[in-house]
């Protein structure tokens, strides 16, 4: 079974309080999603390996440590989870970035995919699927699926809110996958919106609404 780990370090839960908030304002909510994602990502790159390196200081060698050799992948599904690309890429530039174009249809919530863009070495990397919001789970299930049936195994995903039911869906179907998640909130209403909540995610970063 996959396991979730909520990223509970002050200053995500800080920052969040204020994604939340209905009165901050698309420059801010861009900018804050930014940083959450940076933090993130330093929680979720904690177990990576490292190698063993030598380097000569201007005073002697010193026996060091890098993640070289690490292949990551970042994975946003479009739109919001664009808002997080960059956030982890301050953190490992060197990472490639693989889109996938899903949006969920506002009757049946069922996500619909109208793009797919990956690294060609793609099979070879590690992943991390983003997207800020994990409410029915339709939307990470079916990247997941996409990346498996492209043959990618190392997936993880890194959401900055989920709905349990949305957790629930991607064990039920994708139990090798680890999910990573700022907050845990209570339930999804009518509309499939998760509750608290922040709202629609892509349209709070984009301002299109
Ligand atoms: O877990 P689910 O029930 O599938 O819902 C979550 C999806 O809904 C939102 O995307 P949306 O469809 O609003 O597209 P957008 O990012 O283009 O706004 C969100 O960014 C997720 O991708
Ligand atoms: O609460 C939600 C649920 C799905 N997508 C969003 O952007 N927000
Ligand atoms: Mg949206």
Known sequence: MSKVFICDHPLIQHKLTYIRDVNTKTKDFRELVDEVATL?????????????????TPVATAD?????????????????GLGMVDGILNLIPAAKVGHIGLYRDPETLQPVEYYVKLPTDVQER???VVDPM???GG?????????????CVQIKLMC?????EGIEAVQKEHPDIDIYVAAI?????????????????????????
């Open 40 to 56: 993130m990502a330093y929680e979720i790159t904690r177990n990576i390996q490292l190698e063993n390196i030598q380097v000569k």
């Open 64 to 80: 060091c440590r890098i993640i070289s050799g690490r292949m990551l992948g970042i994975i946003p599904i479009l739109r919001a």
């Open 126 to 128: 590690e992943l991390i």
């Open 134 to 136: 994990l409410a029915t």
């Open 139 to 151: 939307s990470a299930n079916l990247a997941i699926t996409a990346l498996k049936n492209r043959g």
């Open 160 to 164: 900055l809110i989920a709905a349990p």
């Open 185 to 209: 909130d209570d339930y999804l209403n009518d509309h499939g919106y998760i509750i608290p909540g922040l709202g629609d995610a892509g349209d709070r970063l984009f301002g299109t609404k």
